[in-house]
C-alpha cells in the first residue's frame, strides 16, 4: 500500500497551491478519502474529506470555500486545491485513506506528508 503526496511548498498569501496524492496496492474505490494537516506544536487535524464515490464532501470550518477536495476513481488519485492561502494553513499535509470493516473496525493508510508553508 502506498500514498504518495505531492505539491507542497512555499506560497504568499493570498495565493495557491494544489496537493495531490496518488494511491496504490488497494481498492482505491471502496475507501473514503481524507487530507489532514499538522501544524509544529498542534495535532493533526481533518481539513477534508471525500466520499468513496466522490458524490459528498466535507470540510473544516477552517477552511471552506477556500480548499476543494476532489478524487478520481480511474487514476487513483485525490488531489486538495487550496487557494486564498493564509499563514496558519502552514503545516505537514497528509493524506489518508479510510475503511469500515466488519466488528467495528476501521482501515487507515496514511501517507508520508508534504509540506505547505504560507509566507511572505
Known amino acids: 500500500v502506498q500514498l504518495v503526496e505531492s505539491g507542497g511548498g512555499l506560497v504568499q498569501p493570498g495565493g495557491s497551491l494544489r496537493l495531490s496524492c496518488a494511491a496504490s496496492?488497494?481498492?482505491?474505490?471502496?475507501?473514503?478519502m481524507s487530507w489532514y494537516r499538522q501544524a509544529p506544536g498542534k495535532e493533526r487535524e481533518l481539513v477534508a474529506g471525500?466520499?468513496?464515490?466522490?458524490?459528498?464532501?466535507n470540510y473544516a470550518d477552517s477552511v471552506k470555500g477556500r480548499f476543494t477536495i476532489s478524487r478520481d476513481n480511474a487514476k487513483n488519485t485525490v488531489d486538495l486545491q487550496m487557494n486564498s492561502l493564509k499563514p496558519e494553513d502552514t503545516a505537514v499535509y497528509y493524506c489518508?485513506?479510510?475503511?469500515?470493516?466488519?466488528?467495528?473496525?476501521?482501515?487507515?493508510?496514511w501517507g508520508q506528508g508534504t509540506q505547505v508553508t504560507v509566507s511572505t
Open positions: 489518508n485513506a479510510r475503511r469500515a470493516v466488519v466488528f467495528g473496525n476501521v482501515i487507515n493508510f
Open positions: 496496492g488497494f481498492t482505491f474505490s471502496s475507501y473514503v
Open positions: 471525500i466520499s468513496s464515490a466522490g458524490g459528498s464532501t
